[in-house]
């Protein structure tokens, strides 16, 4: 039934902010970028940031997990760029570390490492 992950949306009450703060993480311009909705592809996934804040209600409903190197390094730098700490890195076995943190805009944006 799944096969893989395709894409990721979060929705942001500033589109303009949200896009900077993802650029500036990821290193990476959105492929898509209109008032709507703006895309970033990375590496075969879409990131989708969506400013239509209709009947969105903040929370950690779910969470999904982007791939990182270095879990501890990765955290430093969201940090830094204003991310809240949900989960700090936590080994869950088999030489796999996850962790989780709020983005400005208070969706949860998963780490993980060794996966």
Request: aromatic share 12%.
């Amino acid at each position: 039934m799944f096969k893989k992950l395709r894409t990721v949306v979060y929705h942001v009450a500033d589109l303009s902010k949200a896009k900077e703060w993802y650029k500036d993480i990821t290193g990476i311009e959105p492929y898509f970028d209109e008032p709507f909705y703006a895309g970033f592809d990375i590496n075969g996934c879409e990131l989708g940031l969506d400013p239509d804040m209709t009947a969105v209600t903040a929370g950690n409903h779910s969470f999904v997990y982007w791939s990182v190197d270095d879990i501890e390094t990765s955290l430093k730098t969201l940090l830094t760029k204003k991310a809240v700490i949900i989960q700090p890195a936590t080994d869950v076995g088999g030489n796999i570390k996850v962790a989780v943190v709020n983005d400005p805009w208070g969706n949860a944006v998963g780490l993980i490492e060794g996966a």
